[in-house]
């Protein structure tokens, strides 16, 4: 079984839950002296294979690998990465089946994360998962409100659309996020506007 890890949860002694994204589930599992395991991080690619537990508790997890990265070693395409994939388990949260969607979306921007800027893979990795969601608000009005938008628009958890005013938000160009809700690119937007929306992006799914 093959899967990234979106949460690990201290159990008893140095035992630990692991909740693992896979093609087509999120499911916690038992890994008995997890925590000596450097392979069990949050945002790891691992591999493993399940045993029944005697309590009937949860599977416990066995015969782990980890499948690595070009850039595991980078502590900044590191750091990036495991915030931003912390966000898919309270996202996912009583979630148990899923479509293959999400571990595809990560699976790709892993394979892509030491090529490009990371933080913009990560905006349009969300503005992809926003779309499939059809949580992708791009009518023209602002979310608060509900009157026309201007040309300066700033920015809620989701990316949901407002003006500054209504939210004190960070001013931004209309027609650059549209843009951007049309491409899922980001690559006319300018690095002071991404770090805006990584740090909107942080706020949650």
Excluded at 174 to 187: A, G, M
Aim: charged content about 20%; aromatic content about 14%.
């Amino acid at each position: 079984m093959r899967g990234f890890i979106i949460n690990i949860r201290k159990a008893k002694n140095e035992d630990i839950i692991v909740t693992v994204l896979s093609s087509n589930s999120v499911k916690s599992y038992w890994r008995f002296f997890g925590a000596r395991h450097s392979i069990l991080q949050i945002g790891n690619l691992v591999d493993f294979e399940l045993s029944e537990s005697n309590n009937n508790f949860m599977p416990n997890m066995r015969s782990l690998s980890h499948l690595s990265f070009p850039w595991i070693f980078s502590n900044n395409h590191l750091l990036i990465w495991q915030n931003f994939i912390k966000l898919f388990e309270p996202h996912l949260k009583d979630t148990i089946d899923v479509e293959s969607f999400y571990f595809d979306l990560l699976m790709n921007a892993a394979k892509k994360w030491d090529k490009q800027n990371p933080k913009r893979l990560a905006i349009e990795a969300y503005i992809e998962l926003l779309n499939y969601e059809g949580r992708l608000y791009d009518n023209g009005f602002c979310y608060v409100c509900e009157e026309v938008l201007a040309e300066n628009i700033a920015l809620m958890r989701a990316f949901l659309p407002t003006h500054p005013h209504c939210i004190y938000g960070k001013v931004l160009n209309k027609r650059e996020i549209f843009q951007l809700y049309d491409t899922h690119s980001t690559i006319h937007i300018n690095d002071q506007t991404v770090e805006t929306l990584y740090n909107t992006l942080l706020k949650g799914f």
